[in-house]
């Protein structure tokens, strides 16, 4: 096993400044700062004090907590957690990038937790390399990085899958709802919407598609402003809280479902079986139990080394009474 000498002439500095980079990241110039995080990386290097104390404490980063499905995740990950020694800690970022200068930031909490899930949101190199570094595994959720696991949703078959079955319906002008078009889990279910539709030889209508933030609220605001401009006679939502904003508008315009119009989620909150909302259901309860299973094997010794794969889970359509 290598030493912290070895990697401080690895990285050319003093063993104390190897030292300081672990503990106090942001007192040392960021050049000095990445030269050691690489030269732990490549020699594998793991503190001595982090490997012999245990916190029986399973964090979980999420991007942002008002994301509809991190309630959800919340409560699977806490019911896998309950026949371990583990309990769960919850670090809302508010951020969806560079995941170690928030913990750089912060930096009793890097001392709390024994294994880390990452819930949507990016982890790129850099930030791997710390928890690395710290002997902290990790696990992604809705996300991935090379270098690490992750448990990803396939969102453009989902997607697909569910324009599908309303064509299937036959519905035959069906728009999308969705919400800030950058985010890349909303582009590959906006593809998957749009290539269903033309596989399915229907016309792609860009004036057929709306978007606003990610919540009811936003959904109602988004369903507001495509029926400005276009008639649809079914709707993909791309995810059920955008739904439920659009059940909103509907009830105020007198437009019934699944009389007047078809409607499709993706999540299937808790709440959507409430609205006999027919959804996508992304196995929240599958990949909370891989990711906790993953963290124990690593954390037990019995996965000595970092899995760098890729899982990718399609979701399975739940068909309620928003449809025809």
Not at 215 to 235: H, M, N, Q, V, W
Not at 270 to 284: I, K, R
Request: hydrophobic fraction near 40%.
């Amino acid at each position: 096993m290598a030493s912290i000498n070895e990697v401080a002439r690895r990285a050319g500095v003093s063993a104390s400044t190897v030292s300081r980079v672990l503990n106090y990241p942001d007192l040392v110039k960021p050049v000095t700062r990445e030269s050691v995080f690489s030269a732990i990386s490549q020699l594998d290097y793991s503190p001595a004090s982090k490997k012999s104390k245990r916190n029986n404490i399973i964090g979980l980063a999420v991007s942002d907590i008002r994301i509809p499905l991190v309630g959800k995740m919340m409560l699977e990950i806490e019911e896998e957690l309950k026949e371990t020694p583990y309990d769960l800690l919850i670090f809302n970022m508010n951020t969806k990038r560079e995941i170690h200068k928030f913990f750089r930031k912060k930096l009793g909490y890097r001392k709390k937790f024994d294994g880390l899930i990452v819930f949507s949101a990016d982890l790129d190199r850099e930030s791997l390399d710390f928890f690395h570094s710290l002997d902290i595994p990790v696990v992604l959720l809705q996300n991935r990085c090379q270098g690490e696991k992750s448990i990803s949703t396939n969102n453009y078959q989902g997607a697909f899958d569910a324009v599908n079955f309303l064509i299937g319906r036959d519905y035959r002008n069906i728009a999308f709802i969705g919400w800030e078009p950058e985010d890349d889990h909303l582009i590959d279910r906006f593809h998957g919407y749009k290539n269903a539709i033309e596989k399915g030889g229907l016309p792609f209508q860009k004036h057929c598609t709306a978007f606003s933030f990610l919540s009811t609220k936003g959904g109602y605001l988004a369903t507001k402003e495509l029926f400005s401009s276009c008639r649809p006679d079914a709707i993909f939502y791309a995810s059920d809280s955008l739904a439920f904003g659009g059940y909103q508008y509907f009830r105020e315009k007198g437009i019934t479902v699944p009389g007047d119009i078809g409607i499709v989620g993706f999540d299937d909150l808790e709440m959507s079986s409430v609205f006999a909302l027919t959804t996508m259901d992304q196995f929240v309860r599958v990949k909370a139990r891989m990711a906790v299973s993953y963290l124990i094997d690593r954390l037990s010794g019995k996965l000595p080394k970092p899995l760098d794969e890729e899982i990718w889970i399609s979701p399975k359509l739940v068909i309620r009474g928003s449809t025809r």
